[in-house]
């Protein structure tokens, strides 16, 4: 299984972008998916995940109301979109799936990661 993350990029403390998770060698629909994040000089950290059918979603704390996880498994590719960015959004953002219909917060259960894609937010 291989995921590929795209969408990152610079922007400005408010705007939006929209990172984007493509799934190939493995059937789709039977991975939850997990965006993970890390800034330098700290630990990667959960930020949002995705039942395998979408009917579930698991927000940090510091992204709901912000971000919204989401999938489309006609197109293997599983999205997030990041609305009200802040400075402090601003790290790697990686994607990750495993074989499993429950979303879970543990970067340790996802057994598939993406080279992650960077994210920096301007003040």
């Known amino acids: 299984v291989q995921l590929v993350e795209s969408g990152g990029g610079l922007v400005q403390t408010g705007g939006s972008l929209r990172l984007s998770c493509a799934l190939s060698?493995?059937?789709?629909?039977?991975?939850?998916v997990g965006w993970f994040r890390q800034a330098p000089g700290k630990e990667r950290e959960f930020v949002a995940a995705?039942?395998?059918?979408?009917?579930?979603?698991d927000y940090a704390d510091s992204v709901k109301g912000r971000f919204t996880i989401s999938r489309d498994n006609a197109k293997n590719t599983v999205y997030l979109q990041m609305n009200s960015l802040k400075p402090e959004d601003t790290a790697v953002y990686y994607c990750?799936?495993?074989?499993?219909?429950?979303?879970?917060?543990?970067?340790?259960?996802?057994?598939?990661w993406g080279q992650g894609t960077q994210v920096t937010v301007s003040s």
């Open positions: 990750a799936a495993r074989r499993s219909v429950r979303p879970c917060h543990s970067d340790t259960a996802y057994d598939y």
């Open positions: 060698g493995g059937t789709f629909d039977d991975y939850t």
């Open positions: 995705i039942s395998w059918s979408g009917a579930r979603t």
